[in-house]
């Protein structure tokens, strides 16, 4: 059993480029979740999809979208990646609604440059 | 709205004595709470959760975390630290409604045993 599994595990990008991070988990989940750690400050939430067919944004949504291709699938794209958007990217997923656990992926650490 | 504060940075401990990891949220309705644990380069697993049944929750590895609503804490506890528990600890609070998905991380606490 999988659980969550992101791809790939690290990337360099140059300014400019864009990328799609991809999330996939084997638990039957209805929701999924995409984050940002940064020293410090935690997790913070970018999107989130309550259920296939939905997305909607968190606390630091901007210069990124996303995609929930079908219930195991939620990808994470960069149109136009920049320095700041360097961090560690987790996927999660749980059940349903915030009161479940998140289960989460081992991350992919992105660095521009 | 709802917010967490992990009232240490970083905690050093010896093996075999206690671990206490402190939190104190604030929240507008009656929240769920959780205890995560990352190791190094890895995502984080869940320890703990509270969601309103009993007060004490025991965890996984031995933790367990009391919830005491007179004083919004929920504070983490191991009566005898291992090495194995050297890792990045996160409090970690949502609330029952109006903030579907979004649940607030604290910024984490940095353990670390020494032998």
């Known amino acids: 059993n999988a659980g969550v599994t992101q791809t790939p595990k690290f990337q360099v990008l140059k300014t400019g480029q864009s990328m799609t991070l991809q999330c996939a988990q084997d638990?039957?989940?209805?929701?999924m979740y995409w984050y940002r750690q940064d020293p410090g400050m935690g997790l913070r939430l970018i999107y989130y999809?309550?259920?296939?067919?939905?997305?909607d944004k968190g606390e630091v949504p901007n210069g990124y979208n996303v995609s929930r291709l079908n219930k195991r699938e939620f990808s994470l794209r960069l149109e136009s990646a920049a320095p700041s958007q360097t961090s560690v990217y987790f996927c999660?997923?749980?059940?349903?609604?915030?009161?479940?656990?998140?289960?989460f992926g081992d991350g992919t650490r992105l660095s521009i440059l | 709205a709802q917010s967490v504060t992990q009232l240490d940075s970083h905690v050093s401990v010896s093996e075999g004595t206690p671990v206490l990891l402190r939190c104190n949220y604030s929240?507008?309705?009656?929240?769920?709470l959780f205890w995560y644990v990352q190791h190094p380069n890895k995502g984080l697993q869940l320890l703990l959760k509270?969601?309103?049944?009993?007060?004490l929750v025991k965890g996984i590895n031995g933790f367990e975390a009391e919830f005491k609503k007179s004083e919004t804490s929920f504070h983490l506890t191991k009566p005898s630290a291992h090495m194995s528990d050297a890792a990045e600890y996160f409090c970690?609070?949502?609330?029952?409604?109006?903030?579907?998905?979004?649940?607030?991380f604290g910024a984490g606490t940095q353990v670390v045993v020494t032998p």
């Open positions: 509270y969601t309103s049944a009993a007060t």
């Open positions: 929240s507008s309705y009656s929240p769920s």
């Open positions: 638990m039957n989940h209805n929701s």
């Open positions: 999809s309550a259920s296939e067919g939905t997305t």
């Open positions: 999660a997923s749980s059940l349903g609604p915030s009161n479940q656990p998140q289960h």
């Open positions: 970690v609070v949502s609330e029952e409604r109006g903030s579907w998905g979004k649940l607030q």
